[in-house]
């Protein structure tokens, strides 16, 4: 369409979409941002049944433009048309059937097998160029813009059933509707790998947040946990992303960690092995039976172990001989066969030798061919016999340990929701109280309550306001015991001193509740000095559990070890809510200092499943009830006994 | 020479070196390894300066090779000759007056300033085909092979005073003499950067070593230390040596952290802004004259923060003007231009524009031109004309971030040794009385008279062989106290529940005494129980530190908070002995713990010039006596209290 031509490059154009005599599929728009809407009501009525709106000046731009997108949208939605953008870069559709390429960019990319999603235009043109380079195809491209109407969402959904995509890669900047994605997300990856390339980590800003565990789910956090509950694998670079485009798109997922690196130089063998190791994949050596094969044909001077070095003197037999003892050798999950071509020795005749060993094996295979120089025929000839060719061993490494963590995640079992029996009704009454007082936050005995109620056992608190009652109630508690100031408006006790631990006997009692007494004063008027008193825990380990609601994916579960862990080694879980028992599992042995759980310098473990079942208990807590905002179990003590394993202190913060 | 043929490419050949009319002054033998001892023998007799023996065949392949490469040694000493190799793949200079490519490889490099050491010959091969295809020039380029005579600290010298050499790169597996690498890189980092890939990090397997100190200064430790004290840069991959060489070779080395972001695109902003912080960069926002400027010529809807998108209609143009105002912004200290090129904007014009704007600018410059595609006009002339181009803005940021640190190093002051009076005599004594014993290690009451007589805090020691005993030591040095089983064989009290700390009363020490010697029951025959008793220090906190011997680097100090810390964490420093002052400095505030010493949750700080003292006592220590294999300082307890700071126990083993 073109309001002034007749024709454009030889293409018969007419002034508005209601003068083409025939039916139209798609309506690319391109005009001025002010023509937009009428040219989309002419869409609308013309039948056209979806829109790719490229022209930029909306909801990006500020409030007038998020009014003209609005308006759009209205229009959209009234003939029940489908709209990819505005501000995007098109879309592109490689199926020969469809060949479309409805982007303003310079590349039409390979046809592949893997869809694409961008939500930067720019990116998406970056992408699409650099992977026309490396050989890389797609089925669909998607640069999805402003999503005014169809959403990454929407089309994640479309390429679950596409039979011409196998991968999916995105570029995120932020979610639209992250339980949506959850969803769909959770069930492709199951038969179709999602990559992501999610930017925008560090320019959120920290959020403000009174909690701890508020504080501490800055950032990026309830990113990681959605891309690990969904089984998506997160890259960091745009570079990572083809290196594991690449591998996917033409090798088998490897079935384990073990990886056999096969060179004919000890160098990048060694900075292989390096990276590998480093990325916590396995070497292996090899079987006496492949050694003994190897024996027969390669030098006496090479080393027959992982990596096998088969010095400098091997050429094309050489590889081929050994891959093919190397294939058979059951330790291995993925072969890297590392080339550095001397002058003396015919790249592409290399290249022929290890596809005809490894073309038709079961293992992962990635190749390496280091300094092979540009247009190596060597390169090409693999690239086009399906195995990825990578410049520096490192990549491989990375790609490996990428693709290798997704395999275990599919292998993992899929994890429970448990039901436990709890108390609804206390902890409704608890809350209406809260309510009816306008508190905006629950601690101190109601919030133990609270805890008791879902199973969560905790300590018991006795309060005393005079040294005389803090004895009485030490001795018949039983010693030792820990004190804490009972002042509501004092939310860190620690920092100002007021807290004792380890009272042992009642002259230390009436040291401690004179020392706190101290601390606290200047009391403001009609206030009343009293301290909360529970027995000590001893020989238990500090825990702390909690809850904060993200804005865009809600409730954000938190797990680490007590104090320091957590404030300075910042050693803490995030799941997102709710929790199966596998994912409750996960937190607590995905802790740095879980060693200190589990039985550390010849103690007995702690019990674990108690810790587990306290977690999913919270998550139950967290889904009966829908008004918190954040939740600190801190500290919630564990020790090898069960009946010592107990919540200290708790706060409920209300929303 | 050849035996056989008397011309070889139409250039003359003779059968043996002493046919040869003119002097020689450097011989390259590649005859068979049999054949090569006879030739370096008639290299001699002919007076050759130089040998480059790329021959195979020696130490690397075993005893009977190493002998064959003494005999050339020998050889080669007694004729007062210089030699490169054997087992290499040869030199090259590409000095036009000398133009001597001495290996058998296929690529002749570009000439350059960078002068590059490889100690794999595979690795100097792929290194020099990808620096073609980079454009990265060299000085001269050796591969040392087996390092027979000339060493990579012999080249390193070399290149200290080359003319032609401004910028070392290394690839290294192995150290010979680490002590001399330390002397002449210190020096040279201080004029020239050296840019190390050092593999092998993961094959050299776990040391076996008895003590804490040992077993944690695993793998790569002192590798680690020798880089960061002599201020080489170490990168992990033969990616980033590339990557850093270009900006090295091309721009000057950034003077801090701050960096401007300018861009035709968001997404790539964004990937870049994420990866700069991530790397421990700086993003100031614009200043205002800066803002200002820009506004006269850039559209509204861009964003005048940073990255500085210009938004996609950006052309050559207003590259030109944004770089004009950024690069008199005093914020910043570098600029990334980003340029995502459209179909419509022609790259080399933008290319052309962002090097006349920086051309005659102080800040380093790091252009990045994603997707532009293969064969680019715009980043073939930004590379011509010194301004390295990336493709992913990610390998900017680490690289800037490579270069910053060590622009921060040679900052920083240098450091002196400090000299303490201590008491030789006494320990001298000790030792002697040990080796009289012969003790394989020192603990107990000897071990705290050692540090004492080097001015090392610490804390007393009684010993009880009954309850009596204890309790009457107890209440004179005053409660609360720690006992410990005092038996020789235990040296991992904590494990068999051989420590009992904060006992408070006659009758808390009486149950101590009884559980303890429950715990090492049944005593041998002979022995007797008894434990030792020491004042608890109230309120401290633990660190370790300790010395362990590297079997290459010497004396590795190390450094860490106490228990878990060090054990689960990891969180731990070493460095080379000796210690300087800013070294010790280093080493306490490099722990990720650290904020607990420094006054965390309000609590006073430590008395950290004492644990700094401390270190340098210890340093003293171990340049005063050459007997300890290992020293174990556990643990050393800081307080905000000088007085109360204390070394709790100590173990020396001797060598």
Known sequence: MNPKAQVIHSIKAYSTILGVPDAVDLAIIIVRKELVLDVVKQCGEKGVKGLVIITAGFSEVGKEGKKRELEVLKVVNDYGMNMIGPNCFGIVNTNPEISLNATFGKTYPKQGRIGFITQSGAMGEAIMNTAKELGIGFSVVASIGNKADISSNDILDYFKDDPNTDIILMYLENFGNPRKFTEIAREITQ?????????????????????????????????????????VMRVETVEELFDVASALSNQPIPKGNSVCVVTNAGGPGILATDALINYGMEMPSLSPTTVKKLKKFISAEASFSNPMDMVAGAGAKEFKLTLDAVKNDKRYDSIIPIFVPPVTINQLEVAQHIYESVKDCDKTVLACFMGAGEGSEGIKFLKEHNIPVYIFPEAIAKTLATISKHQKWLNKPKGKFRKFKVDEASVQKILDKAVKNKEKSIIGEDAIDILKAYGIAAAEYSYASSVKDAQNISSSIGY????????????????????????????????????????????????????????????????????????????????????????????????????????????????????????????????????????????????????????????????????????????????
């Open 191 to 231: 038969t179709k790998p999602i990559v992501v390339v999610k930017s925008g980590r560090t320019t959120l800003g920290a959020k403000a947040a009174s909690s701890h565990t508020g504080a501490l789910a800055g950032l990026d956090i309830g990113v990681d946990a959605l891309f690990e509950q969904t089984g």
């Open 480 to 655: 030792p015991v820990v004190m804490k100031i009972n002042t509501p408006q004092i939310l860190h006790k620690t920092e100002i001193g007021g807290v004792k631990v380890d009272l042992r006997t009642n002259d230390e009692v009436k040291k401690a509740f004179n020392a706190l007494k101290k601390n606290v004063s200047p009391l403001k008027k009609g206030e009343s000095f009293s301290v909360s008193i529970q027995k000590m825990i001893v020989g238990g380990v500090e825990t702390v559990m909690g809850m904060t609601i993200d804005p865009s994916f809600g409730p954000l579960i938190m797990f680490g070890l007590g104090g320091i862990y957590v404030e300075i080694m910042k050693d803490v879980s995030f799941k997102i809510h709710p929790l199966t028992d596998v994912q409750a599992k996960d937190m607590v042995r995905s802790m740095k200092a879980f060693p200190l759980l589990n039985g550390f310098r010849g103690a007995p473990a702690v019990d674990i499943k108690m810790l587990e079942d306290t977690l999913l208990r919270l998550s139950q807590l967290i889904k009966d009830f829908d008004t918190f905002q954040e939740i600190d179990i801190n500290p919630f003590i564990v020790s090898p006994e069960r009946e010592l394993c107990k919540a200290v202190d708790a706060r409920f913060i209300l929303k």
